[in-house]
């Protein structure tokens, strides 16, 4: 079993940034991936940005450039910068694992971006 705990999120002010964190724990070997995923009110989840085993990086539709997603491997834990941040990225936002097949979730942190 994979536990993933979220830290970091909270509230902040359009144009602000935030910083969130992810620490894997138990039965961790070698994630295929780690990333994160958010879910705004009324809406689906959607990708926010991922890291593979081999350091290759995919974002969500014109996140590149504002977030930036980083993993330390011997760690087991994957941050996410997130710059400039917009009222469109308040959401929960979840980490991920995934490994042997199966995909972890985390329990989500809340990012509220408001004036």
């Known amino acids: 079993q994979v536990h993933l705990v979220e830290s970091g999120g909270g509230l902040v002010q359009p144009g602000g940034s935030l910083r969130l964190s992810c620490a894997a724990s138990?039965?961790?070997?070698?994630?295929?991936?780690m990333g994160w995923y958010r879910q705004a009110p009324g809406k689906g989840r959607e990708l926010v940005a991922r890291?593979?085993?081999?350091?290759?990086?995919n974002y969500g539709t014109s996140l590149e450039g504002r977030f930036t997603i980083s993993r330390d491997y011997a760690e087991n834990t994957v941050s996410l910068q997130m710059n400039s941040l917009k009222f469109e990225d308040t959401a929960v936002y979840y980490c991920?694992?995934?490994?042997?097949?199966?995909?972890?979730w985390g329990q989500g942190t809340q990012v509220t971006v408001s004036s």
């Open positions: 991920t694992a995934a490994q042997g097949g199966l995909l972890y």
């Open positions: 890291i593979l085993s081999v350091g290759t990086t």
């Open positions: 138990g039965s961790v070997f070698n994630f295929n991936y």
